[in-house]
């Protein structure tokens, strides 16, 4: 009842799925992924399961191969389900069951899988394993939703489109579990999850900017870190917050003719962004007559 796309890019260090299906949340079912271990999707009459089991088979140094015939080997109902994974070397398998509801099949590529059932034709799994193929060079999740984009410009899902997900991750993990994670976006219901998914990889993109933007302060690099807040607030012109923390760091550069002006237009979408500059002194972020001065209008 999904359609989704395990893959590993060795050269950019990072590997991942994404899927799709008419399903309420299907990112909590159907994406596994882990650091020094791999990617897996299970799906179809759906076992969850294979995605924990399965990351730990791989962890532990088996391939993908074995850990597949061993863990449909061991369900009685292996003929339902749909599941798809691959290990940090880009070794894949994947495995349609013969009672998959059709239309149902996948195809593989090198260092992944695509997969699909209860689509509309059969054109599906293969068109996502040429998009992902053709869109080398985009940044990897975007190679992911291109995946997945075409498989809803064959018919996708033959029920229509509810909930989806894209999960990233290093391919090695670095002892900093919490910066290994690089893309974790998920719609749970909606009449677009593709274009959702789109518009918060868009989101994110910008909010990795600003990070960017803080640890060049924090290095005292104003001009890269003014930069990369500009970067983030042109790319989410709509996010205020965004646009809050640009001042703030214009501010603190000594850009103080910018940051009013920013400030004022901030401070124009409601009175609690005025409360919120007020709230700085105290932390020492912002010094209280250099608030004062930026609220002066």
Excluded at 155 to 173: L, Y
Excluded at 257 to 273: E, K, Q, T
């Amino acid at each position: 009842m999904t359609y989704s796309i395990v893959a590993v890019d060795r050269d950019g260090g990072v590997m991942g799925a994404a899927v799709q299906s008419h399903y309420f949340s299907t990112g909590t079912v159907v994406p596994w992924v882990r650091p020094g271990a791999g990617v897996v999707a299970t799906q179809a009459m759906v076992n969850v399961a294979y995605g924990p089991r399965g990351l730990a088979c791989l962890e532990a140094g088996l391939a993908p191969d074995d850990v597949l015939a061993s863990l449909t080997r061991a369900d009685t109902e292996s003929a339902l389900r749909q599941v798809a994974m691959a290990d940090c070397q880009g070794r894949a398998s994947v495995h349609t069951g013969g009672l998959c509801i059709a239309e149902a099949g996948h195809a593989s590529f090198d260092g992944g899988a695509c997969q699909a059932n209860m689509m509309e034709r059969d054109t599906v799994w293969d068109a996502m394993a040429d998009a992902y193929e053709s869109s080398e060079g985009e940044p990897f999740e975007r190679r992911l939703l291109c995946a997945l984009e075409a498989a809803q410009h064959e018919g996708g899902d033959i029920r229509g489109v509810q909930s989806g997900a894209i999960r990233t991750c290093c391919i090695e993990p670095s002892g900093i579990p919490w910066e290994d994670s690089i893309v974790d976006v998920r719609v749970d219901d909606s009449a677009d999850p593709l274009g959702e998914l789109a518009r918060l990889l868009s989101v994110r993109d910008a909010y990795a900017l600003a990070d960017r933007g803080d640890d060049h302060l924090g290095r005292g690099e104003i001009g890269h870190a003014l930069r990369a807040y500009a970067e983030a607030s042109a790319k989410n012109p709509e996010n205020t917050e965004l646009r809050f923390w640009h001042a703030v760091a214009l501010a603190q550069a000594g850009e103080e003719r910018g940051a009013r002006a920013l400030m004022a237009a901030v401070v124009a979408d409601g009175a609690r962004w005025a409360e919120l500059l007020r709230r700085l002194p105290p932390s020492r972020i912002l010094d209280a007559d250099l608030v004062d001065r930026l609220l002066r209008q």
